[in-house]
Nanobody
Framework: QVQLVESGGGLVRTGGSLRLSCVASGRTYSRYARGWFRQAPGKEREFVAAINWSGSSTYYTDSVKGRFTISRDNAKNTAYLQMNSLTPEDTAVYYC???????????????WGQGTQVTVSS
């Protein structure tokens, strides 16, 4: 019903910044919460950030607080993840997702994008 496509990944040096985008298409529900997860090789997919349908509430994992900002533009059906002060520990495939309510767990999300690679060199 909903397709999500991420973009904006790439290679950046330690201390650099990237902004990821995720555009929704198909049957789009603007009241869906949006989330970002990441997965490094050999590790489980982990929660990064989430935002409610209106953008009034945001949630972050402790390791990215103060460095990452999640936002959304419902008129463009797009969610964003601004990533600053990047470190090699942030290297992973980043996935956007949509859920009926904000959540930190993978199983709560109904729709997923294909992922975009973020690599931070030391």
């Amino acid at each position: 019903q909903v397709q999500l496509v991420e973009s904006g990944g790439g290679l950046v040096r330690t201390g650099g910044s990237l902004r990821l985008s995720c555009v929704a298409s198909g049957r789009t529900y603007s009241r869906y919460a949006r989330g970002w997860f990441r997965q490094a090789p050999g590790k489980e997919r982990e929660f990064v950030a989430a935002i409610n349908w209106s953008g009034s509430s945001t949630y972050y994992t402790d390791s990215v607080k103060g460095r990452f900002t999640i936002s959304r533009d419902n008129a463009k059906n797009t969610a964003y993840l601004q990533m600053n002060s990047l470190t090699p520990e942030d290297t992973a495939v980043y996935y956007c997702a949509a859920a009926k309510a904000p959540s930190t767990v993978v199983v709560s999300y109904d729709y997923w994008g294909q992922g975009t690679q973020v690599t931070v060199s030391s």
